[in-house]
Nanobody
Framework: QLVESGGGLVQPGGSLRLSCAAS????????IHWYRQAPGLQLELVASITGGAITYVAESVKGRFTISRDNAKNTVYLQMNRLKPEDTAAYYCNMLQDGTFLQWGRGTQVTVTS
């Protein structure tokens, strides 16, 4: 299981950096995905990073969010800048192992409000 952290309450235009960590080195060389889910809405893929550090970010966050990884720390980050109220959601990270997602973690809540 991966563990998310770094969420919080922030004003529009603010920034947060989310972290996705795991023990045992399972993040290294794995593709890691950040998802978010707002109340009443479906799970949405926000960003992904491959084991070779090739990145993808959703169109809705392009230019504002950046995904990166630090294999030495076994951690993947989601840097979120210029946050908007519509970014409010629970954010989750996950990876596929043998074709199946790991057990979903508790996520980290991001709330953007003035």
């Amino acid at each position: 299981q991966l563990v998310e952290s770094g969420g919080g309450l922030v004003q529009p235009g603010g920034s947060l950096r989310l972290s996705c960590a795991a023990s045992g080195g399972i993040i290294q060389l794995s593709d890691i995905h950040w998802y978010r889910q707002a109340p009443g809405l479906q799970l949405e893929l926000v960003a992904s990073i491959t084991g070779g550090a090739i990145t993808y970010v959703a169109e809705s966050v392009k230019g504002r969010f950046t995904i990166s990884r630090d294999n030495a720390k076994n951690t993947v980050y989601l840097q979120m800048n210029r946050l908007k109220p519509e970014d409010t959601a629970a954010y989750y990270c996950n990876m596929l192992q043998d074709g199946t997602f790991l057990q979903w973690g508790r996520g980290t809540q991001v709330t953007v409000t003035s």
